[in-house]
């Protein structure tokens, strides 16, 4: 398929802020068209500790605005996706040789009352002694805090934010590389490069999101110069078999006063991240250090009574997240607020700078502000209170929700419906179709996945690769082996030398 004509709007990167762009202007009615030269959320969106959170850590740099932000943010999303986006509560024990517990105390005091809060209990102190969260730790740890924070499939949610761009109008192109922007009378002409050969498309104005390649974006594919710069920092994560039965998850204290979480994790697991070290390598193919390793092992160690070796890490994954640079020391204390740079010269093209995934909404919506004036579209801002696909759960109760897809299909075994609980919300009915029974579902692919999930997946979610389903779709690569990965992509090669599922198509502004 061709897309010609002149789009309003050409986003230039898959993560989350492009597509939390494209969603916002498309749902503007601005004819979109977002291109990514790998799959969506393929690098730092799918990498990150999975946390939509005000960065607690962040007021020790008095960075009060950023963190404000966030938790006004964190508000919102967690109503936007209630089966994705949900409530967790921290354990934080305390270390008096760190910080001192009334300085933690202040903090969280700090965090609770920045922003309103609704949907999430307040901080307290606890008695580990008595605590359930204190029965993992090592005896010393007698004292603590607990508070609340969010939590995401990251990954996911970029999907859902590059499906309701595409419902409302937009074309959403994976494996599509911008090799170049030209200018043409005030315009843009996108020379991109598909799987079945070169196009092009005209624009009336472009958005560089593009993450770790945003710098290098502006200097080698279009005309323009950038002022602002980005410190490409690597953060790294460990997946080990689960730590503790309970719900809570950890905030850890270090000796170099960084913190490491451990987090519940796909239910068999515990999740233990991140690094955070200078990087200057390709993005694409960045991956965990040995010492990065021994570094979250040791992190874990210093609190949890049962110790763990790099043997036990069954995955890891490390991501690159281009930080807005502000000429600090020490890569940690970075700030994780963004910039949008937009140069209208010779055509109008905006660069994002920074960012992390909780506030990928507001940067969002304050790009496609920016954009709209260009544009002389007067549609307001939109998704502040709008619902991600899925999302429209009865009374935004998951509880509820689960329950009522036990009653309508008694027949899915419970983790399974479990997982499409979560992952799907009430698009689980457009997954399942006309399905009564587990024979409806077609053949398993592999464990818990299923021919008409998979199909689901290529046709409405735009997956393409084993990987795409196994990593960032789901996270099932967590529990399968080489055979049945080989038996998953014998269906894809199949499924794919059949006709390909027409994409909607956003209508050109042809003006």
Request: glycine share 8%; hydrophobic share 40%.
């Amino acid at each position: 398929m061709r897309y010609s004509g002149t789009y309003d709007l050409l986003v230039v990167g898959g993560g989350i802020n492009g597509a939390g762009i494209a969603r916002d202007a498309a749902g503007r009615g601005l004819s979109v068209l977002l291109c990514e030269q790998d799959d969506l959320a393929a690098h730092t969106s799918s990498a990150s500790t999975k946390l939509i959170h005000g960065g607690l850590r962040y007021l020790e740099h008095l960075q009060l605005s950023l963190v404000r932000k966030a938790l006004i943010e964190r508000e919102i999303l967690l109503g936007s996706a209630p089966h994705l986006m949900r409530p967790l509560r921290f354990v934080l024990p305390q270390d008096a040789r760190l910080r001192p517990a009334w300085l933690v105390g202040a903090g969280l005091f700090l965090y609770d009352h920045l922003a309103r809060r609704r949907r999430l209990a307040g901080s307290a102190r606890i008695d580990l002694r008595r605590h359930a969260a204190g029965a993992a730790l090592k005896p010393q740890y007698v004292q603590g805090f607990v508070y609340s924070d969010g939590w995401t499939d990251d990954a996911r949610l970029v999907v859902l934010n590059a499906m309701d761009a595409r419902e409302r109008g937009a074309v959403i192109l994976t494996r599509t590389r911008c090799e170049k922007l030209e200018p043409s009378q005030g315009r843009w002409i996108a020379t991109l490069a598909t799987p079945s050969g070169r196009q092009t498309v005209t624009a009336r104005v472009a958005v560089n999101a593009t993450g770790p390649w945003v710098s290098q974006f502006a200097r080698e594919v279009s005309p323009t110069n950038v002022s602002h710069s980005i410190r490409l920092v690597k953060g790294s994560h460990i997946v080990v078999p689960r730590l503790y039965a309970h719900r809570f998850a950890y905030l850890l204290q270090n000796d170099d006063r960084r913190i490491v979480f451990a987090i519940p994790y796909e239910r068999d697991f515990t999740l233990i991240g991140t690094t955070d070290v200078e990087y200057s390598g390709d993005p694409r193919t960045v991956r965990i250090d040995p010492e990065e390793v021994d570094y979250l092992c040791a992190a874990v160690g210093r609190y949890f009574s049962q110790p763990v070796r790099p043997e036990d890490v069954v995955w890891s994954y490390s991501g690159v997240r281009p930080l807005l640079d502000d000429e600090s020391q020490d890569p940690a204390s970075v700030t994780r607020d963004y910039a949008l740079e937009l140069d209208r010269h010779p055509a109008p093209l905006l660069s994002v700078f920074g960012g992390k995934i909780t506030t990928y909404r507001k940067l969002a919506e304050s790009a496609v502000d920016i954009l709209a004036r260009e544009l002389g579209s007067r549609a307001p801002a939109w998704t502040a209170h709008a619902l991600l696909p899925g999302g429209d759960l009865p009374r935004g109760a998951y509880a509820r929700f689960l329950r009522s897809l036990a009653r309508a299909h008694p027949w899915l075994p419970a983790p399974l419906r479990h997982r499409y609980a979560h992952a799907y919300g009430t698009r689980v009915a457009h997954v399942l179709g006309d399905a009564h029974a587990m024979s409806d579902l077609g053949e398993e692919l592999l464990p818990q996945l299923y021919e008409r999930e998979a199909d689901y997946l290529c046709r409405v979610e735009l997956a393409q690769t084993a990987e795409d389903i196994l990593w960032r779709r789901t996270h099932l690569g967590l529990r399968v082996g080489t055979a049945d990965v080989g038996r998953l992509q014998g269906w894809l090669a199949g499924r794919a030398s059949r006709a390909p599922d027409p994409a909607p198509q956003a209508r050109p502004s042809g003006s």
